[in-house]
Structures are given as structure tokens and as C-alpha cells.
């Protein structure tokens, strides 16, 4: 493995866990387009997608103590590993009482073709899934998707994994959105019976 690969790094008291590169968005707000790393961490960019023993060494290589929450998160959509980070997550919550959460643009499903909320039932605490924008026509001008269809999969995705984890969030990029289209988020949310996180853009 090439020494510079960063598998893991920290955030503001979490150990976030970076397992690709890929994704099956665009958004006009990716961290990705504004430099190699994240939160201050090391390039992010990896030669190759990690093992799954590869993670677990990298994970395990560090004093767990020190964190508050480990979070599957990017440079890329992590649910496109799902076995990986399915196994990876439980074999850390063998060993270790820290919260698992996923951070995911919610195309899980779409992505692998069959329902997938279930693969996230006992691997993950916290499944937090970018919204975005308040209507399909908006997420395809902002999120640019890959494939049609995306911004009701998602939606679908957290209708249904509400049913397998103990928390769903949503969450938007407040500079990307008018307040009437915040408003409609939050009523999205509200309505899901989700809680919507509103975060500030990362320039
Ligand atoms: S879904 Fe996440 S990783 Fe993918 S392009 Fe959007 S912000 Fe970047």
C-alpha cells in the first residue's frame, strides 16, 4: 500500500473512514472540487480502493478511545463498497462501543438495483443522507446525477431505512438553497419524520 493513502482521518472528535472515490453524483458543492483533502486531513485521493482488512488495520492502528463516533464518509459514496462497509462496520462494533454512522447521498439502492436499507440493520446507528434540495428538477441542476431517477431514490432509501436504524437524517447545504426552498426541506423532513441537519458550504 502507498504510504500517502489516507483509509482513515479525524473530524472534529470522529474518526472518519474513506473506503472510494466513487460516486454517483456531481455536486456543485463536493468538497472534492475545492482541494485533495478534507478538514485539514491528508489527500484523500486514494491510489486504490482499500481492503477490507486494509480498513480495519487502519482503523484498529488507532486509540479508539480518543473519538466520539466513527463515520463512513467520502472522498466518495461509500454505500458503493456495501458489503465492504457492511462487514467493516460490524467487525468494529465487535470490538468497540463508539456509534457507526454513514454519511451517503442515498443512491444505495438505485445503485446495486435491489433494496438495500436492510444491509445497513445492525451495522450502522446513524444513517445520514444528503437531501439537498427540495425537488428532483433542483437536485439535477446542483447534485448532477449520474443516472434519472436519483433524487426519488434517495427518498425512497430513507422512507426505508428508517426502518433498520435508530437514526435518519437528512441534510442540506444551506448557501445552495433560497429559505423557501429550506422551508420545503424541512417540511420533506418533517414529513419523513426524519431530523434535517442544515450545514454551512465547506469552501
Ligand atoms: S454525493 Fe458527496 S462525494 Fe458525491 S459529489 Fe456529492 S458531495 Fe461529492
Known amino acids: 500500500m502507498k504510504k500517502d493513502m489516507t483509509i482513515t482521518y479525524e473530524v472534529d472528535g470522529a474518526l472518519y473512514i474513506n473506503v472510494t472515490n466513487r460516486c454517483t453524483n ?4 463536493c ?3 475545492n482541494g485533495d483533502g478534507a ?3 491528508d489527500s484523500l485521493w486514494l491510489e486504490r480502493e482499500p481492503t477490507e482488512e486494509e480498513i480495519l488495520d487502519s482503523v484498529f492502528g488507532r486509540d479508539l478511545s480518543a473519538y466520539r463516533e466513527i463515520v463512513f464518509c467520502g472522498y466518495g459514496e461509500p454505500s458503493i463498497r456495501l458489503d465492504v462497509i457492511r462487514s467493516v462496520a460490524l467487525r468494529i462494533k465487535e470490538k468497540c462501543p463508539l456509534p457507526v454512522r454513514i454519511n451517503t447521498n442515498g443512491h444505495s439502492s438505485l445503485y446495486h438495483g435491489y433494496d438495500t436499507a436492510s ?7 446513524c444513517v445520514s443522507i444528503s437531501l439537498n434540495t427540495p425537488s428532483p428538477e433542483r437536485y439535477d441542476e446542483i447534485c448532477h446525477p449520474v443516472r434519472s431517477g436519483s433524487y426519488e431514490a434517495m427518498l425512497d432509501f430513507a422512507r ?3 426502518k433498520y436504524v435508530p437514526s435518519v437524517l437528512l441534510s442540506v ?10 422551508d420545503e426541506c424541512h417540511r420533506i423532513a418533517d414529513n419523513l419524520g426524519v431530523t434535517l441537519k442544515v450545514r454551512d458550504y465547506i469552501s
Open 26 to 29: 456531481n455536486c456543485e458543492f
Open 31 to 33: 468538497i472534492r472540487k
Open 39 to 41: 478538514y485539514g486531513s
Open 119 to 125: 444491509a445497513f440493520c445492525g451495522a450502522f446507528d
Open 160 to 162: 426505508e431505512v428508517k
Open 173 to 182: 447545504v444551506k448557501d445552495f438553497l433560497t429559505p423557501e426552498e429550506l
